[in-house]
């Protein structure tokens, strides 16, 4: 009696392709009665280091199709706004050109913040209000004046409110009350 023979090309086929299905599923489906000698030639050629990377590769092809399907979305909803923006900037234009719309520097710095949104920068701005480099210093300046000059400072001052007497009701005007009592 003559040993069947199997195409264990076609079965490693199956087997590496069909995630879950065991030897002896296999030889079930196929009418083999020896599913050890299957399984033999399956840890041979290690089948199942070939399925692990079937089923990576079929993960990935998965995500990579579904990340692909995504940027397509993205990149069609972006040509959507940006056919919008120009229209409605076409649109806009033309109605400050003949007059019948007025625009202030407020509404042009929005547009432009929206545009640079759009086009996928990031509108910031921002301000440095140092006061130390850029203080104004009098050191020195009266110096040299001559006493007139300086008397009638002072008679100034004093009419406007300098005196010995804080002015006001801020926390600096009432901190300066407090330690001059």
């Given at each position: ?108 710095q929005g547009m432009i913040d929206k545009f640079l949104l759009l086009a996928g920068s990031t509108p910031h701005r921002t301000e440095n ?38 002015v006001g009701r801020g926390p600096l005007v009432i901190l300066e009350g407090t330690r001059a009592s």
């Amino acid at each position: 009696m003559s040993r069947p023979t199997h195409d264990y090309r076609a079965l490693r086929q199956e087997y590496v392709s069909t995630p879950g299905m065991s030897i002896r599923e296999l030889c079930r489906k196929h009418d083999i009665k020896s599913w050890s000698t299957v399984n033999a030639k399956k840890n041979e050629e290690h089948w199942d280091e070939l399925r692990e990377k079937f089923e990576t590769q079929l993960a990935e092809g998965e995500v990579g199709k579904m990340v692909a399907e995504r940027i397509k979305l993205v990149a069609d909803i972006h040509e959507e706004l940006l056919i919008s923006v120009r229209h409605a900037v076409r649109r806009f234009i033309a109605d400050v050109s003949d007059g019948s719309q007025q625009i202030s520097a407020r509404d042009l710095q929005g547009m432009i913040d929206k545009f640079l949104l759009l086009a996928g920068s990031t509108p910031h701005r921002t301000e440095n209000r140092n006061f130390d480099s850029h203080s104004l210093t009098l050191d020195g300046i009266l110096t040299d004046a001559p006493d007139g000059l300086l008397r009638e400072l002072a008679e100034l001052a004093k009419a406007n409110g300098a005196g010995g007497e804080p002015v006001g009701r801020g926390p600096l005007v009432i901190l300066e009350g407090t330690r001059a009592s």
